[in-house]
């Protein structure tokens, strides 16, 4: 079988053809947000959308995130797909209501009745300097509620293929994007692209040390197994792709693999993400580990502004390497 | 006047008092558990809006929305099996009194966060119009929503989109335990319509054919303009807020008070005086709702609970 085609495309434009693409498959599918239209965008996700589909399929919104969330679940209810965009999820949390107590009880709480077809969607997580408010991880909020989807892609690809899986999903589905990586290239397959919800995927394979992560800080992991296969450490980056729901399987086995586990996760330790794939491990492999397993998270403090703080805060490659040492019992050359 | 129309509509609100009664007296025995909501005295909102509609208009409401259920689907089976968290519930067991929905009928909740279900309708509206199709929206809610930022932000969207929902206020002057007049800086909820800008009215919510005409207009104008509409019903619950009130902040006083315009009695006094039924042939269709309830008791009773092997479905992920 010969390689498929592939063009090279930012993240930000991987997300526009997902959302294009579907768009011109399916009527029923629209995009609801701040600045999505005449503004193209707060980070041009959406440019030129407009102009393509009109205003009636690309909508702007007011400033008043549980009224639009709330018309979404609606509008959702009875058959429309909508794609709703938060300018930054940090945003979502004015509608954490609607996304909790209504989105993700409907289907369970009518027994089936509904379906629930939507698809949220903005960055997450830190940028650059954006301080506490606007610098939340919001991975750990959503993936504890049954109900919903989470999905934090790190690559264009991954970012195309999952996003019109999560817009063809019946489920409602967080979509958590980085305005670090909008920029970001890659390459993405020609034609059909279609990333199923809940497949890991490993990124870079090792023998003797598994790093799970997701979303931007695949990239810090890849730098830092790099930087330890220099010092004779083979890592495995195992980017997630998916949280919920989670590919237990794949995070098994590529521990029966190495034996060891770091989870690499940006947000705060307490009952994250990273806590859950850790108690996944010790229950079902205990016996495979060589190494207590480990995490890197942020510190459990909000976001400083100052440049250096905020470095010291987020997870960075020394810690990673600092703390797959710790389990290997290596020191640095 | 339509004879046949007063004597449903009279059918239907003594369909509801007695299912509320029924419900009431299984919450008291155990046998209905949870939190329940009683309708008793504001049974000319939900019946008398709810007849004014389409069939097929959508219908989303509150946490006290037994009536609007029964106005809609009738079917006071399904209804009480779900209070008693019974399989053969119209949520198989999944919602209970707050939950009750019916997608076939279009009735669209059960909502149970005070405010949260109003941005809700608003999309369900969205969609209808962004599909070019006919159908309305009717919301209900109480006076306490007034405050609530989803209840603003629900109406900015409305009136700025021109969606075809028409907000039905129940306000039966007290949110909880607590006067309107201590929490609204506003006398008529309403008022607060005005700004978005939505055309508003105020109703006697203890009329049912008063209820129905003002509702049948908003519903035609809004199937007509694409425009929402707010409708500002003045009642009053003759129970406390749940079957845990006991409502010791008004006055009996009060209370008697408005129970001298209990909706019922006001329908009823209505069809005598038309000469359209006499008082045993009212009588005789009380009798048929406390058999319909009977039954519809009977049967949650004898149905069985959920199957426990069904616990997770309806969770993909």
């Not at chain 2, 619950?237 to 008004?250: C, E, L, N, V």
Request: glycine share 8%.
């Amino acid at each position: 079988m010969s390689k498929p085609e592939t063009r090279t495309l930012s993240f930000r434009e991987a997300l526009r053809e997902a959302m294009t693409e579907e768009m011109e498959r399916d009527p029923n599918i629209f995009l609801m947000g701040e600045e999505v239209g005449h503004y193209n965008g707060a980070y041009k996700v959406s440019e030129g959308m407009l102009e393509r589909f009109g205003e009636k399929r690309v909508i702007d919104t007011p400033i008043a995130e549980t009224g639009f969330a709330g018309v979404g679940i609606g509008a959702a209810m009875i058959g429309l797909r909508p794609i709703i965009e938060f300018m930054t999820w940090n945003f979502s949390l004015v509608a954490y209501d609607q996304i909790v107590s209504n989105a993700a009880k409907l289907r369970y709480m009518t027994n089936g009745q509904f379906a629930l077809p939507i698809v949220f969607r903005g960055p997450s997580g830190a940028a650059h300097a954006l301080g506490a408010q606007h610098s939340q991880a919001v991975e750990s909020l959503y993936a504890h509620i049954p109900g919903l989807k989470v999905v934090v892609p790190a690559v264009p690809s991954d970012a195309k293929g999952l996003l019109k899986a999560a817009i063809r999903d019946d489920n409602p589905v967080c979509f958590l994007e980085s305005e670090v990586m909008y920029s970001l290239k890659g390459e993405v397959p020609d034609g059909e692209h279609v990333v199923p919800l809940g497949v890991a995927d490993v990124k870079r394979p090792g023998r003797d040390v598994t790093l799970v992560t997701w979303g931007k800080m695949l990239h810090t992991a890849l730098k830092a197994a790099e930087e330890l296969a220099g010092g004779g450490i083979e890592a495995e980056v195992l980017d997630l792709r998916t949280i919920r729901p989670l590919d237990t399987e794949a995070v098994l086995a590529s521990v029966r693999r190495t034996h060891r586990l770091v989870v690499v996760q940006e947000g705060w330790p307490f009952a994250g993400v990273a806590a859950e794939i850790i108690a996944l491990v010790t229950r079902e492999a205990f016996d495979e580990l060589d190494a207590p397993p480990e995490r890197v998270t942020n510190l459990d403090v909000p976001m400083p502004y100052a440049t250096n703080l905020e470095q010291l805060v987020l997870p960075s490659v020394p810690r990673i390497v600092e703390a797959v040492r710790a389990l290997t019992g290596t020191r640095a050359a | 006047m339509d004879a046949a129309l007063l004597l449903d509509l009279y059918r239907q609100m003594a369909l509801c008092r007695r299912f509320e009664e029924a419900a009431g007296r299984a919450y008291q025995q155990g046998k209905i558990r949870g939190f329940l909501h009683l309708y008793v005295g504001q049974e000319a909102v939900a019946v008398g809006a709810i007849s004014a509609a389409a069939p097929t208009d959508y219908i989303v409401a509150t946490y006290r929305e037994h009536a609007h259920y029964l106005a809609r689907t009738g079917d006071a089976r399904a209804a009480m099996a779900e209070l008693y968290g019974k399989g053969t519930g119209t949520v198989g067991g999944r919602g209970g009194s707050m939950h009750l929905f019916d997608a076939q009928k279009r009735f669209l909740g059960g909502w149970a966060i005070v405010g949260g279900h109003i941005p809700i309708a608003a999309g369900v509206a969205f969609a209808s119009k962004y599909r070019d199709e006919p159908d309305v929206t009717l919301c209900f809610f109480g006076d306490g929503t007034a405050n609530m930022g989803a209840f603003h932000e629900g109406l900015a969207l409305a009136g700025l989109w021109k969606l075809p929902v028409v907000f039905i206020c129940e306000n039966n002057m007290y949110a909880m335990g607590t006067p309107l007049y201590r929490t609204l800086s506003v006398e008529d909820v309403s008022v607060r319509a005005k700004g978005y800008p939505i055309a508003a009215d105020i109703v006697n919510g203890d009329d049912a054919l008063e209820m129905r005409d003002a509702t049948r207009q908003a519903v035609e104008r809004a199937r007509k303009t694409k425009e929402p509409f707010f409708l500002e019903a003045k009642t009053y619950r003759f129970r406390g807020h749940s079957m845990s009130d006991p409502a010791k902040y008004r006055t009996r006083e009060e209370v008697e008070q408005w129970m001298q315009r209990d909706p019922l009695a006001l329908l009823a006094a209505r069809i005598q005086t038309l000469g359209i039924a006499t008082p045993d042939q009212l009588a005789k269709i009380d009798e048929d709702a406390k058999a319909i309830i009977q039954d519809a008791v009977e049967f949650a009773e004898r149905s069985p609970p959920p199957d426990p092997e069904t616990v997770l479905d309806h969770v993909e992920a």
